[in-house]
T-cell receptor
Framework: GAVVSQHPSWVICKSGTSVKIECRSL??????MFWYRQFPKQSLMLMAT?????????EQGVEKDKFLINHASLTLSTLTVTSAHPEDSSFYIC?????????FGPGTRLTVL | DAKTTQPPSMDCAEGRAANLPCNHS???????VYWYRQIHSQGPQYIIH???NNETNEMASLIITEDRKSSTLILPHATLRDTAVYYC??????????????FGQGTELSVKP
């Protein structure tokens, strides 16, 4: 299957700082990428749909000014958590679509102190 | 999107077949059945998908009932490494509605020695 990478795999930051997470499709071009968030013992929750060259579409209840998404190329999407707070601590996972199937990255564990 | 119902947990003996059921009684004609699994603290892994016909790949088999209201994922010879949460998701073709995946709670499969 297609391979998606994420960087960093984990990050710890202080409250009030911003954190950028990269999502790359390594062996395919992803016109559309998705960002999910997962809290402990819960299922994945879709945050936004990222389309190359256009603005992201956010799910209801997700603050677009807090979670900035940039999809500048067919192989890279970034999620920036701005002014992070402890409640933003979570597991962030991205995915890219190839031939009608979504392939997921390994996830990024964010801890905000 | 159609909702799915899965048992919250199942056990399986190592080496035996694991049969994971999924109910999707409100599935529409253009919706596919996708299966993913998530091993602890990793991103979801694509397993298999189908529309009407039964499907098989190197990982698993997917059996869809004739009325398409339910399906079963079969892992033919479960190993300890198959211990994971398995998600059954139905969605339209990517080209139809952008391919969003909405995750439910899934089935936690425990493979025991």
């Amino acid at each position: 299957g297609a391979v998606v990478s994420q960087h960093p795999s984990w990050v710890i930051c202080k409250s009030g700082t911003s954190v950028k997470i990269e999502c790359r499709s390594l062996d395919f071009q992803a016109t559309t990428m998705f960002w999910y968030r997962q809290f402990p013992k819960q299922s994945l929750m879709l945050m936004a749909t990222s389309n190359e060259g256009s603005k992201a579409t956010y799910e209801q209840g997700v603050e677009k000014d807090k979670f900035l998404i940039n999809h500048a190329s067919l192989t890279l999407s970034t999620l920036t958590v701005t002014s992070a707070h402890p409640e933003d601590s979570s597991f962030y996972i991205c995915s890219g679509t190839e031939t009608d199937t979504q392939y997921f990255g390994p996830g990024t564990r964010l801890t905000v102190l | 999107d159609a909702k799915t119902t899965q048992p919250p947990s199942m056990d399986c003996a190592e080496g035996r077949a694991a049969n994971l059921p999924c109910n999707h009684s409100t599935i529409s004609g253009n919706e596919y059945v996708y299966w993913y699994r998530q091993i602890h603290s990793q991103g979801p892994q694509y397993i298999i998908h189908g529309l009407k016909n039964n499907e098989t790949n190197e990982m698993a088999s997917l059996i869809i009932t004739e009325d398409r209201k339910s399906s079963t994922l079969i892992l033919p010879h479960a190993t300890l490494r198959d211990t994971a949460v398995y998600y059954c998701i139905v969605r339209p073709s990517f080209y139809n509605q952008g391919g969003k995946l909405i995750f439910g709670q899934g089935t936690e499969l425990s493979v025991k020695p």
